[in-house]
């Protein structure tokens, strides 16, 4: 993968699309860019294996905006983070079709919580990416819009019946909460090692 961006990049410095100088970003962006499409490749091939392919894409929709501007949990390496990522998606397919016994009002209280997890610990920012204070003031914001938007979807989708988009949603933020919680404790056990 580094051969075919770095030729990319190569290609684009030759034909003055960018500078020299700019490399070691384009470098960085494409490789993650790549990474994250694979991520999303492996994610709907367990949806199409699982045959809820409708419930992952609602999971990923859910997901990535709140991911994006809440932070959390990062795996040290692509390849952990791709295990990672696909271990979560084959659970959310192996208990969506898993007809486990929790009352409604149970489900709405887990929900509440782990939403409320979200609102009160979003952003986790991580050692490779810190955030300013003015960072994580917009970036919360912005959480709280998404989250209380996603909600709105998932209140719609209960009344209309549409499992897979309300489980879709569901899920994405038992996932998301957990990953602010666990970047959460990491942050603090490197805080409490640097002192």
């Known amino acids: 993968m580094k051969t075919i961006i770095n030729k990319m990049v190569a290609y684009q410095i030759e034909n003055g699309n960018m500078y020299e100088s700019e490399k070691d970003i384009?470098?960085?962006?494409?490789?993650?860019?790549?990474?994250?499409?694979?991520?999303?490749?492996?994610?709907?091939?367990?949806g199409?294996?699982?045959?809820?392919?409708?419930?992952?894409?609602?999971f990923?929709?859910?997901?990535?905006?709140?991911?994006?501007?809440?932070?959390?949990?990062h795996a040290e390496d692509w390849k952990t983070c791709s295990i990672v990522?696909?271990?979560?998606?084959?659970?959310?397919?192996?208990?969506?079709?898993?007809?486990?016994k929790i009352s409604v009002y149970t489900k709405f209280i887990i929900l509440?919580?782990?939403?409320?997890?979200?609102?009160?610990l979003s952003p986790v920012d991580s050692i490779n990416k810190k955030l300013s204070e003015n960072e994580k003031k917009e970036y919360h914001?912005?959480?709280n819009k998404i989250l209380l938007f996603q909600i709105v979807i998932l209140i719609c989708a209960i009344f209309f019946h549409i499992r897979y988009l309300y489980m879709g949603i569901y899920y994405s933020h038992i996932v998301l909460s957990s990953m602010l919680i666990i970047g959460f404790y990491k942050n603090y056990k490197v805080r409490k090692k640097s002192k």
Do not use: H
């Not at 384009?26 to 367990?46: G, H, K, P, R, W």
């Not at 199409?48 to 609602?58: A, G, H, N, S, W």
């Not at 192996?94 to 486990?100: E, L, S, Y």
């Open 26 to 46: 384009y470098i960085y962006a494409y490789t993650v860019l790549i990474e994250e499409c694979i991520n999303i490749a492996i994610a709907f091939l367990v």
């Open 48 to 58: 199409f294996i699982f045959k809820e392919l409708k419930l992952v894409i609602c």
């Open 60 to 73: 990923l929709c859910a997901y990535i905006p709140l991911r994006r501007f809440s932070g959390g949990y």
């Open 85 to 100: 990522s696909t271990v979560l998606i084959i659970l959310v397919c192996g208990i969506f079709n898993t007809d486990i």
């Open 112 to 120: 509440i919580f782990f939403q409320l997890a979200i609102v009160s």
């Open 141 to 143: 914001k912005v959480v």
